[in-house]
């Protein structure tokens, strides 16, 4: 039976980038805006377990959250000589003042506050790492295993990325029609970046986040409705295809099920077809985008009858032309896992040392768990240990953790063998 603090919990993950995007209506600076939320979310906790969970908690929410920025408002009066144009009164959802004469394209709130976010004014990295930390609500600890850096340059460019709106005054509106196809990319990146986020999450006790993941394909869907070109298409069918397999990537333990184990007849098929028919689209629309050879190494495993079926050669290939388009490390990471699956685990652990020297990779779990499993592979028991070990050092993920500690087991077991 789930307590009040469950119905909370429940609540963050639902309704939190709406009980702040609404909130933000009012205040229209996201740091005030931020710690009445996270005020309304604590007087919940205090009082739902005596009064009851209330019908409708994301209205609850957004009532509490919003009178006390109204109260802040009201009581900070320094702070409204300054800014005198940005209080409003009881009409909390009253259209922006900057939308009066340029109607915006969606009126969705939750795209009004990730178009603010992802404003050019911003850098890419803070953009996502914005959109991250106040629509999806991950901590700031969350958004920095995200991006592989440490918590604390984290909270410096959230910090940074909050200021500039500040003092540039970024309007908060969804952009016009002209203005969204060379905005749609940042969004884009953030949406793929919740996706994965939710589809792997670095922290917590599972290892799939079905609130991140959810919130990312709704909002891709979003998107493509909005902009029916390459990109948003591409992406979308990205993560239909990845999406498919959701079901089969645990045991009922909740432990990961590699992708040569899963049961392939419970991958979700009108997912994948949708996802296909979507790529299809995307390569149509424009020159291939990275979401969309993405998507294309995402079908190439959903076509295939089985495992041992998989087209590596043509993986490898797009894996080529994927770096062309998106140099990271991570692409590197995972082309070498490929080349190992195609010529072997010996050529997999090559290709894995070239990547020694990445920095953004010192610290990345699934460098160390890839070169594990190769070495596994290879019946090389010692260093596989040690592989292991290095790779449960990184993982905070506690399904990922039970996974790495049977498989170190039973690495041990062989050796002493």
Known sequence: MSTPGDAVAAAHRAHWAGVLAATVRITRDLDTAEECVQDAYAQALRTWPSGGVPDHPAAWLRTVAGNRARDLLRRESVWRRAMPLLVEEATATAPDPQDADEPPAVADDTLRLIF???HPALSREARVALTLRLVCGLSTAEVARAF???????AARITRAK???AAARIPYRVPTAE?????VSAVCDVVHLVFTTGSNAPVGETLVRDDLVGSAVGLARTLHRLLPVAEPAGLLALLLLIDARRATRTDDDGRPVLLED????WWDREMITEGIDLLTESLRAGPPTRYAVQAAIAAVHAEAATF?????????????????LWPSPVVKLNQAVALGMRDGPEAGL???DRLAAEPALATYRYLSAARADFLRRLGQWPEAVT???EALVLTDNEAERAFLTRRLAEVRRSQEA
């Open 262 to 265: 899963q049961d392939r007849s």
């Open 116 to 118: 603010t976010c992802c």
């Open 350 to 352: 090559v290709a894995l």
């Open 148 to 154: 592989l850096v440490q918590e604390s340059t984290m």
């Open 387 to 389: 592989a292991y070990e």
């Open 163 to 165: 200021k500039k709106i």
């Open 308 to 324: 041992e079926a998989t087209d590596w050669s043509e993986i490898v290939s797009l894996y080529d032309v994927l770096l062309r």
């Open 179 to 183: 203005e969204l196809p060379e905005r």
